[in-house]
């Protein structure tokens, strides 16, 4: 659906996903599903809590999954 979503589990990453990583993908779904790049003064405040929730689950999911069969790197 979103080409430009990168996967932010490893191996796609090294390192866990940034806060940053995560908005960014949010924001890149929002942006896609909604039609708007930059949506209108009486639509953001609705498009800024779709992004926030967005990302609340996606860090949710990221840190519930367990991957198998990939060696973390020591920090």
């Known amino acids: 659906m979103c080409r ?12 866990e996903a ?12 929002v942006r896609k599903v909604s039609g ?3 949506p209108a003064a009486h639509n953001k405040e609705v498009f800024e809590q779709a ?3 967005i990302a609340e689950a ?4 990221l840190d519930g999954l ?7 790197r020591a920090g």
Do not use: N
């Open 58 to 61: 996606t860090a949710a999911l």
């Open 4 to 15: 430009s979503i990168k996967t932010l589990r490893p191996p796609a990453l090294p390192e």
């Open 51 to 53: 992004v926030a929730a």
């Open 66 to 72: 367990e991957i198998r069969g990939v060696t973390q």
């Open 18 to 29: 940034t806060d940053d990583e995560i908005r960014a993908a949010a924001l890149q779904y």
């Open 36 to 38: 708007f790049r930059a």
